[in-house]
């Protein structure tokens, strides 16, 4: 196939530009990807998107969360394959539900990991991401973010919630995980005031992440034990719970 541009004319122009040529093109990937994603994976309502770093740890964590979400009947999707809720322990290859269409755009353009890791969500209804201080995968973050898909970080650490004084006013105490309640990142207290917050002081996620949670449809959760995944997972898919607030229309504590 010819293309009517070549790659360093396209690198010429403005940023501004740029951007929105890859936007352009990965519309067209998105689109292309859908029907088969449908008929193989099912209807976008029942996808979720299960991101986060390959670490030896990361991707064992991302196998746990994965099986969760197939066993709450939704289908998983990973960069690395796809999870059925007929079969919750087999792993199948995304890369084979990719047109050639889509190998060739690809292969031609040498789009960028950041620019298809940012669309890629787009193909989801709701995504958990595994959140660590090194190789967070933010681009993922960025995309949900992005095209509004409600997502859910998870921060893991042996120290969660065994010191609860002098909690942030905005770090809400489960019984099995933590979460900030913070509706905006320009209300978050600790870069002025330093309180105990287990996003900071456990697993400090880069700000550039940690901040795009920060919204009324996403959550940001720290836990200390694996094993409670499962539930954390039950509880997210099934109760459809959205961010906890710190005070409800009437003023009260939201932990009463």
């Not at 905006?184 to 207290?189: A, P, R, T």
Request: with cysteine.
């Amino acid at each position: 196939m010819q293309y009517p541009m070549d790659l360093d004319r396209i690198r010429a122009v403005s940023a501004r530009a740029h951007e929105k040529f890859w936007e352009t093109i990965m519309n067209l990937v998105i689109f292309a990807m859908e029907k088969p994603f449908e008929k193989h994976i099912g209807p976008e309502e029942k996808r979720v998107g299960v991101f986060g770093p390959f670490t030896e740890k990361g991707k064992s964590i991302l196998d746990g969360i994965s099986r969760a979400v197939c066993k709450n009947g939704y289908a998983a999707v990973t960069g690395y394959g796809y999870l059925l809720p007929d079969s919750c322990e087999k792993f199948q290859s995304i890369e084979k539900l990719f047109p050639p269409i889509v190998e060739e755009v690809f292969r031609k353009f040498l789009i960028p990991d950041y620019v298809k890791f940012q669309h890629f969500p787009r193909l989801v209804s709701r995504a958990i991401h595994y959140l660590e201080p090194i190789r967070t995968q933010r681009n993922e973050a960025e995309g949900c973010y992005r095209f509004g898909v409600p997502m859910i970080g998870i921060a893991i650490h042996e120290e969660v919630g065994k010191d609860k004084r002098n909690l942030c006013n905005f770090i809400q105490d489960f019984k099995f995980y933590q979460e900030c309640s913070c509706l905006d990142s320009k209300l978050c207290f600790y870069p002025q005031l330093k309180p105990k917050c287990p996003f900071y002081d456990y697993v400090n996620i880069p700000w550039a992440t940690k901040q795009l949670f920060m919204t009324k449809i996403n959550r940001l959760v720290a836990m200390q034990r694996e094993n409670d995944l499962d539930t954390l997972i039950t509880e997210y898919l099934v109760s459809k719970m959205v961010k906890p607030t710190f005070f409800d229309e009437n003023g009260d504590n939201g932990q009463s």
